[in-house]
């Protein structure tokens, strides 16, 4: 089955405790990226990858780490976590860019910094 | 930065009603993409239409229509004879190069029996 697999799907956090959410996806996507979701915000794009070792910022992406060392994996790196990361995450993967060819999303992770 | 703003926070009508979501979207591009996004309570992001901006019909996915107004740079969603199933968030959204899709605020869509 196709699928966009993040986790952990829930996590509570202390202030500065580094953490990862890892996603995975077995369609062979070339494009990745990760989204956070909040109340009356809609969802804005952290960080994004065209391909293996091409990362690139998205509009919010203070506080956030990725890499791309393998196609299928995009992990998500917070090192020093802050309460206004508190949020909903959501990576998706494409085919090519985000237009072209469907953008298919994980589960979401939800992600609470005491 | 381009922007997409959905103006009803929240809407409710009856089962079996049509509703229509509204969309307005900034952009200085001449071809691009418009989506809805459907997120029922379980949080998955549903694809529930996309549209191309080039094309001048409108998109349809059963129940779900699109009207499209380049010029004026709208893109509302219509829901047809809507289900229980319908209650959820819809994004609107638009692509924005091939590296991202700009959401909107969300609309919280509640079906009534």
């Known amino acids: 089955e196709a699928q966009v697999t993040q986790n952990p799907r829930y996590l509570i956090t202390v202030t500065g405790k580094k953490l990862t959410v890892t996603c995975s996806q077995n369609?062979?996507?070339?494009?990745m990226s990760w989204y956070r979701q909040d109340p009356g915000l809609g969802l804005r794009q952290i960080y994004y990858s065209m391909n293996v070792e091409v990362t690139d910022k998205g509009d919010v992406p203070e506080g956030y780490k990725v890499s791309r060392k393998e196609k299928r994996n995009f992990p998500l790196i917070l090192e020093s976590p802050s309460p206004n990361q508190t949020s909903l995450y959501f990576c998706?993967?494409?085919?090519?860019?985000?237009?072209?060819?469907?953008?298919?999303f994980g589960e979401g992770s939800r992600l609470t910094v005491l | 930065a381009q922007t997409v703003t959905q103006s009803q926070p929240e809407m409710s009508v009856q089962e079996a009603e049509t509703v229509t979501l509204s969309c307005t979207y900034d952009?200085?591009?001449?071809?691009?993409?418009l989506f809805w996004y459907k997120q029922p309570p379980s949080r998955q992001m549903i694809l529930v239409i996309r549209?191309?901006?080039?094309?001048?019909q409108n998109a349809t996915e059963n129940r779900f229509s699109v009207n499209f107004q380049k010029a004026a740079k709208s893109f509302s969603l219509k829901i047809s004879d809507s289900q229980l199933g319908d209650t959820a968030m819809y994004f609107c959204?638009?692509?924005?190069?091939?590296?991202?899709?700009?959401f909107g605020q969300g609309t919280r869509l509640t079906i009534n029996p």
């Open positions: 959204a638009h692509e924005e190069g091939a590296q991202k899709l700009v």
């Open positions: 549209q191309e901006a080039y094309k001048q």
């Open positions: 369609m062979n996507h070339e494009y």
């Open positions: 998706a993967s494409s085919i090519t860019g985000s237009g072209s060819g469907e953008l298919f």
């Open positions: 952009t200085s591009e001449n071809n691009y993409y």
